[in-house]
């Protein structure tokens, strides 16, 4: 059977996806696969006698962000993103505190959040200039489709995953269908 030449394929081959669904599409599951981490955090550190919030503050490495921060960060760029591609502002999130209730809020605010948003807006920013500002003020400059694939995208799932590693680490027991979900 003869093979296709490359520009035969290139049709088949071409796969889509809307940025609608490459943002929020992504990052609402995800955001209550982590909120049922916690859950599990939190089931574990009642079973053997101590305090969940013991657990926020474990870090894989001296400079990296504790367990708390992970989650904040995942919120924020699940956040960020989306409102930047359809020019709005983010959520207004609280102050990070390191308690599992208000981690638990701050998912659910986020997931509401970026859930509120049009999707015909998100769909139609995949060229629109925008610019993701970073902690010390510096704004990096992307296109809508970039930001996501390149730069918000990667960052919420480092800081899921990490999350995720925290709690195994600290000896949760958890499974990659925990990280993954149910479905």
Same mark, same amino acid.
Not at 31 to 51: H, I, M, T
Not at 88 to 103: I, S, Y
């Given at each position: 059977?003869?093979?296709?030449?490359?520009?035969?394929?290139?049709?088949?081959?071409?796969?889509?996806?809307?940025?609608?669904?490459?943002?929020?599409?992504?990052?609402?599951?995800?955001?209550?696969?982590?909120?049922?981490?916690?859950?599990?955090?939190?089931?574990?550190?009642?079973?053997?006698?101590?305090?969940?919030?013991?657990?926020?503050?474990?870090?894989?490495?001296?400079?990296?962000?504790? %367990?708390?921060?992970? +989650?904040?960060?995942?919120?924020? !760029?699940? $956040?960020? *993103?989306?409102? @930047? #591609?359809?020019?709005?502002?983010?959520?207004?999130?609280?102050?990070?505190?390191?308690?599992?209730?208000?981690?638990?809020?701050?998912?659910?605010?986020?997931?509401?959040?970026?859930?509120?948003?049009?999707?015909?807006?998100?769909?139609?920013?995949?060229?629109?200039?925008?610019?993701?500002?970073?902690?010390?003020?510096?704004?990096?400059?992307?296109?809508?489709?970039?930001?996501? %694939?390149?730069?918000? +995208?990667?960052?919420?799932?480092? !800081?899921? $995953?990490? *999350?995720?590693? @925290? #709690?195994?680490?600290?000896?949760?027991?958890?499974?990659?269908?925990?990280?993954?979900?149910?479905?």
């Amino acid at each position: 059977m003869p093979v296709a030449g490359e520009a035969e394929l290139k049709g088949i081959l071409e796969v889509t996806i809307s940025m609608y669904e490459a943002s929020v599409g992504l990052f609402v599951p995800y955001l209550g696969n982590l909120s049922a981490l916690l859950d599990k955090g939190v089931a574990y550190a009642e079973a053997r006698k101590f305090n969940p919030t013991v657990l926020l503050g474990m870090r894989l490495a001296p400079n990296m962000y504790d %367990l708390a921060q992970q +989650v904040g960060e995942a919120c924020r !760029h699940a $956040t960020v *993103a989306p409102a @930047l #591609l359809v020019e709005r502002d983010p959520v207004a999130l609280p102050a990070l505190e390191h308690d599992m209730a208000g981690l638990q809020a701050r998912i659910a605010t986020s997931i509401e959040f970026i859930e509120s948003l049009p999707r015909t807006e998100i769909d139609a920013a995949a060229d629109r200039n925008v610019f993701f500002r970073l902690k010390n003020g510096t704004e990096l400059p992307f296109t809508g489709r970039t930001l996501l %694939l390149t730069f918000s +995208v990667p960052q919420f799932f480092f !800081h899921v $995953t990490t *999350a995720y590693d @925290l #709690l195994r680490h600290a000896g949760v027991e958890l499974v990659k269908k925990d990280y993954l979900g149910r479905k």
